[in-house]
């Protein structure tokens, strides 16, 4: 087995998910683009895991208001490497990335994820913007999650019942205004992880976790690959 599986690596070899270079060493990133990553640490807010020092442990967002989510995590910041790798994952019709983005996120995620909800909710798109993407990056990732953390798949506990426009360039309240009622949940759990590939400013998961409290759902859990680090914009 061990030679057969050295034989399918010689002909099938692994490719940097940011750059696609051959890769000679490691799973998931090259020489060049390795350098490049940015991990959160453990220095972020204690709520959203903004990366950063804030006073009493807190972002000004999550200072000001409290998001509807208990806790969240991501395990690299929005920049560099992995940034280019999620746009790739995104926009550049790479669903195959989907396999190695989502073992990156268990591998980098233990701590978290062990005492984090079972049941695994991923964020959805509208269904205009899957008909126009062909596939859902967010449902795509929490399944891979799924099948290396033993954990639940429940893609049907959350729908996106309005389309809404892109959330780059508007300011902190104008992407809350613009998530305001865009989804729809049901309940049947006491507990939901939400998975996303990047979180922002964290408008989009609590406006998620609003509608699944709305359901039922006692504790809602945020996990993404990336954390934007972004100065807060009312």
Same mark, same amino acid.
């Given at each position: 087995?061990?030679?057969?599986?050295?034989?399918?690596?010689?002909?099938? /070899?692994?490719?940097?998910?940011?750059?696609? %270079?051959?890769?000679?060493?490691?799973?998931?990133?090259?020489?060049?683009?390795?350098?490049?990553?940015?991990?959160?640490? /453990?220095?972020?807010?204690?709520?959203?895991?903004?990366?950063?020092?804030?006073?009493?442990?807190?972002? /000004?967002?999550?200072?000001?208001?409290? /998001?509807?989510?208990?806790?969240?995590?991501?395990?690299? @910041?929005?920049?560099?490497?992995?940034?280019?790798?999620?746009?790739?994952?995104?926009?550049?019709?790479?669903?195959?990335?989907?396999?190695?983005?989502?073992?990156?996120?268990?591998? !980098?995620?233990?701590?978290?994820?062990?005492?984090? $909800?079972?049941?695994?909710? $991923?964020?959805?798109?509208?269904?205009?913007?899957?008909?126009?993407?062909?596939?859902? !990056?967010?449902?795509?990732?929490?399944? @891979?999650?799924?099948?290396?953390?033993?954990?639940?798949?429940?893609?049907?506990?959350?729908?996106?019942?309005?389309?809404?426009?892109?959330?780059?360039?508007?300011?902190?309240?104008?992407?809350?205004?613009?998530?305001?009622? %865009?989804?729809?949940?049901?309940?049947?759990? @006491?507990?939901?992880?939400?998975?996303?590939?990047?979180?922002?400013?964290?408008?989009? %998961?609590?406006?998620?976790?609003?509608?699944?409290?709305?359901?039922?759902?006692?504790?809602? @859990?945020?996990?993404?690959?990336?954390?934007?680090?972004?100065?807060?914009? $009312?």
């Amino acid at each position: 087995m061990t030679k057969l599986l050295g034989l399918v690596e010689v002909m099938f /070899p692994h490719a940097c998910v940011a750059c696609d %270079a051959v890769l000679l060493h490691g799973k998931f990133f090259c020489e060049g683009c390795a350098p490049l990553l940015l991990t959160v640490g /453990p220095v972020h807010c204690a709520r959203c895991a903004e990366p950063g020092r804030f006073p009493k442990g807190l972002c /000004p967002r999550c200072a000001r208001r409290r /998001p509807a989510f208990d806790r969240a995590f991501a395990p690299y @910041e929005h920049d560099g490497a992995i940034a280019r790798a999620i746009h790739r994952f995104k926009y550049e019709d790479r669903p195959d990335l989907a396999g190695p983005l989502g073992e990156l996120l268990w591998l !980098q995620s233990p701590g978290f994820l062990a005492a984090a $909800p079972r049941h695994v909710c $991923p964020i959805p798109l509208h269904d205009a913007r899957y008909r126009e993407r062909r596939y859902d !990056q967010a449902t795509l990732l929490a399944n @891979e999650l799924c099948l290396r953390g033993g954990l639940t798949l429940a893609d049907a506990l959350l729908t996106r019942r309005r389309a809404t426009k892109r959330q780059v360039g508007l300011s902190d309240a104008q992407r809350v205004s613009n998530l305001r009622g %865009a989804f729809e949940a049901r309940g049947g759990v @006491e507990s939901v992880l939400l998975v996303d590939d990047v979180m922002t400013t964290g408008a989009t %998961a609590a406006e998620a976790a609003r509608a699944l409290h709305r359901a039922g759902v006692q504790r809602v @859990e945020v996990l993404t690959l990336c954390r934007a680090k972004r100065v807060f914009m $009312p």
